[in-house]
Nanobody, 113 residues
Framework: QVQLVESGGGLVQPGGSLRLSCAASGIILRIKTVNWYRQTPGKERELVATITTGGVTNYADPAKGRFTISRDNVGVYLQMASLKPEDTAVYYC?????????WGQGTQVTVSS
């Protein structure tokens, strides 16, 4: 089965930036959307940003104006700017196909001074 691998998380100060990457270990067919989610302890996983195969993007309100989702032939990315402590979470890459949902293992983002 194809695996998704996220990278780019880490510790950053408030106001800083990070770029998350998501790469697949193989070919994925019939992709509908690629999404970034995040989750904090005790809370449900929440959708952060979406990009369709046509390149249409959509963002949750907390991400609007600060985060940018993009893709190329190698992977999918989440550029995060003006980070806030409340952005601290494990960020997950999700690929939704016509057949299944694929998830990465997550990458920790911590925003703290």
């Amino acid at each position: 089965q194809v695996q998704l691998v996220e990278s780019g998380g880490g510790l950053v100060q408030p106001g800083g930036s990070l770029r998350l990457s998501c790469a697949a270990s193989g070919i994925i067919l019939r992709i509908k959307t690629v999404n970034w989610y995040r989750q904090t302890p005790g809370k449900e996983r929440e959708l952060v940003a979406t990009i369709t195969t046509g390149g249409v993007t959509n963002y949750a309100d907390p991400a609007k104006g600060r985060f940018t989702i993009s893709r190329d032939n190698v992977g999918v990315y989440l550029q995060m700017a003006s980070l806030k402590p409340e952005d601290t979470a494990v960020y997950y890459c999700n690929v939704r196909t016509a057949y299944e949902d694929l998830w990465g293992q997550g990458t920790q983002v911590t925003v703290s001074s």
